[in-house]
């Protein structure tokens, strides 16, 4: 994203007012020259900051200030962590990442990440390591705090569940592994009506790199674009972001990763279990 962009998105952040929060999302988008002056202007404005974090992000040399910035400007962080064991985590986010994921937990945790009262939030995300749903949102988080609590002193506070989508490299990986038509049937056979009125293409507005805006950020990975009047919208088509209210969202296959079981979002599971097939 350039610096223009940039102020392009705080433009728009000053003219919609209804929009409360700022969700930066990337590799590791703490690396990027626009990051810091987005989170400032956006916390000036009065707006809730989301980063999302890979951990590792915290120990690359030139980051060691990084946790600090965080909690002075009061960011949530929201942080991969697809399981508490290494095993399962390397195997998802390759080799030598387990370590300074809980190193970084536990620096985020030293400046009051996770603790009561603190007003820092720290959530995890967990996605199934292959080609399942996520189990209940509720129970995994129950085993998340005992299983970080009691081997490594980490504290958190929510767990969220996504469901890998079957797009990019997921669905590379189970086009390998032979699984394209049982994990789409997976996910067709328990679609769950309650969590179509939960999902958040409904009330959010992805912004790419370059400017272009996007139903969500898996419509921006197929590169399926927000259109008004059958042309792609970019944040310079628009004056403010109430103008996006009521346009068709633009789907597809992979929506049914958002609504299967218990549904799937940014901010984790939707609805109650749905009744499958
Ligand atoms: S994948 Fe489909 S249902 Fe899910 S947020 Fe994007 S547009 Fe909405």
Redesign the pocket.
Known sequence: MSEETGRAVVRLLESSPSVATLDLTGGAPELHEVFRPLVKAARRLGRHVIDRCNLTVLSVPGQEDLARFLAENGVEVVASLPCYTKENVEAQRGRGVFEPSIEALRRLNALGYGRPGSGLLLNLVYNPVGAFLPGDQAELESDYREELGTRFGVVFNRLLTITNMPIHRFAAQLEREGQVEAYMSLLVNHFNEEAVLN???RSLVSVSWDGRLY??D??QMLDLPLMRHGLAMALDSIGSLTELEGLP???GE??F???AGCGSSCGGALAREGRGP
């Open positions: 999902v958040m293409c139903d969500c898996f419509n969202i633009a789907t992979h929506c990763g958002c609504t």
